[in-house]
């Protein structure tokens, strides 16, 4: 069993900065693929960035690219989100994930098993 627990999110004016954090516990957090999405309301959860395990490659939403960095600390089993330029579209609720196998689709939701609860990003204008 995996445990994900986000936080960092919050309420920021445009062009401001967040950083997510993702605590993960569990399972060897060393093996996973973890990933980011976000839903916004009455839109479909949507993928934001993903890192394997080796953090040598990292994969970004075109919406996104440029502006967010996601890294992670195996040593301390956490993924980050570091968000740059906020807009008020990225305003949602933002969620950790855990891939437990190698994926070459890792902006696919069914490719990851494990799920935190989320955590709110709201961008005022």
């Known amino acids: 069993q995996v445990q994900l627990v986000e936080s960092g999110g919050g309420l920021v004016q445009a062009g401001g900065s967040l950083r997510l954090s993702c605590a993960a516990s569990?399972?060897?957090?060393?093996?996973?693929?973890m990933g980011w999405f976000r839903q916004a309301p009455g839109k479909e959860r949507e993928f934001v960035a993903a890192i394997p395990w080796s953090r040598i490659t990292t994969y970004y939403a075109d919406s996104v690219k440029g502006r967010f960095t996601i890294s992670r600390d195996n040593a301390k089993n956490t993924v980050y989100l570091q968000m740059n330029g906020l807009k008020p579209e990225d305003t949602a609720v933002y969620y950790c994930?855990?891939?437990?196998?190698?994926?070459?689709?890792?902006?696919?939701?069914?490719?990851?098993?494990?799920w935190g609860q989320g955590t709110q990003v709201s961008v005022s204008s």
């Open positions: 994930a855990a891939a437990v196998h190698d994926t070459r689709r890792p902006d696919v939701k069914g490719e990851y098993s494990y």
């Open positions: 569990g399972h060897s957090f060393n093996t996973y693929v």
